[in-house]
């Protein structure tokens, strides 16, 4: 007699699979409204223990979440207010930059020419446009500028997840009986991000303060835009840095010329190497519980689905599909291939 469950295994993945093409398509065209109540959980996720805490030493829930949420937005809006001066500054600027980009480029085309290295100039002229880097650094930090306008929204719907926080847990158990698996994959899906957003946002701290400092002692234009580029950038796992070192260089090529460029370039090499590549992955070890190509897969895709913020929030989104993988014995193997180990 035919075993029913095993012809029944293959329908069953092809049908979760459909699922998941159907969900991802969804979010994909609905990202504008999926993305700040994604951002808003993350973040509510992040505020909880503060919450908790305040709550423990006898201060009201609603004051509790007041006081967490005012922090939460002086430092946010600080940040903002320093990002937006120095943004529109180096957007005014920008056309000079671009012109400066264009002598330069020239310049080097010369000194190939003169050094016996033929090079289709009037093609490359046509095909290459060096001001395009800038351009594309500034629709970059535009895009990144463009998350405060969704501000509002996330944080009201942080305050109301954070009030709703402390009947959580009863809710659960009502909804579902037994509930304990459901609650426990839930806190390790919290502790997890916890950690990874503490140590993350230590490690970005530590990056973007460096970056600022460095550039300010070099004399590079608008040292603490790079730093706070550098700061937010480093959030996005294995390219962020590389492309938040990719405008200070060419302002430093503009204003310095290849000299000071090379070692604005070296500065940049040198803080990736000793915080990214030894700081990082000894602590980030113990707190994501996912593979370097998990990371970086997760960045492509979720950099796919939701664009740069879907780059932010790669290793979040990708640590709560873990953890829903694991919750299941038919897909706990999945969560293991996920892991480090």
């Known amino acids: 007699m035919p075993d029913t469950k095993q012809e029944g295994r293959p329908v069953l993945a092809l049908v979760g699979l459909a699922a998941f093409i159907v969900v991802i398509a969804g979010m994909r065209e609905a990202s504008a ?40 937005w002086l430092v946010g809006g600080s940040l903002a207010a320093l990002f937006g001066s120095s943004l529109n500054s180096f957007t005014n600027e920008l056309p000079v930059y671009q012109q400066s980009l ?7 085309l010369t000194w190939l ?98 970056v600022w400092i460095f550039l300010s002692i070099v004399g590079v234009d608008f040292p603490l835009l790079w730093g706070l580029l550098a700061f937010m950038l480093n959030y996005i796992p294995t390219i962020g840095s590389i492309i938040a070192a990719v405008p200070a260089v060419l302002l430093a090529l503009v204003q310095f010329g290849g000299s000071k460029a090379l070692v604005v370039a070296i500065g940049y090499l040198v803080f990736n190497a000793s915080i990214g590549s030894i700081l990082e992955p000894k602590l980030m070890g113990r707190g994501v519980g996912l593979s370097t190509l998990v990371v970086f897969i997760s960045l492509v895709f979720w950099g796919w689905v939701f664009g740069p913020i879907g780059m932010l929030l790669s290793v979040p989104l990708t640590m709560t599909l873990k953890i829903a993988l694991e919750s299941g014995e038919q897909t706990r193997w999945m969560a293991i291939l996920l892991g480090p180990e």
Not at 102 to 108: D, K, P, R, T
Not at 116 to 142: K, W, Y
Not at 185 to 201: D, E, R
């Open 33 to 72: 409204l999926v993305i700040p109540f994604l951002l808003a959980i993350f973040v509510a996720v992040v505020c909880a223990p503060p919450v908790f805490w305040l709550q423990r030493h006898k201060i009201p829930t609603p004051l509790a979440v007041l006081l967490v949420v005012l922090l939460i």
């Open 102 to 108: 264009h002598g330069e480029f020239a310049n080097l």
């Open 113 to 210: 020419e003169g050094h016996g290295i033929r090079t289709p100039t009037a093609s490359l002229r046509e095909q290459i446009d060096p001001g395009a880097a800038m351009r594309l650094a500034s629709r970059m930090l535009t895009s990144f500028g463009g998350i405060l306008t969704n501000t509002f929204l996330i944080m009201v719907t942080v305050i109301f997840i954070l009030l709703e926080a402390a009947s959580f847990t009863g809710k659960v158990r009502r909804a579902f009986g037994n509930a304990d698996k459901t609650l426990d994959a839930f806190s390790k899906f919290a502790v997890g991000l916890n950690k990874y957003m503490a140590i993350k946002s230590l490690l970005s701290l530590l990056t973007g303060v460096a």
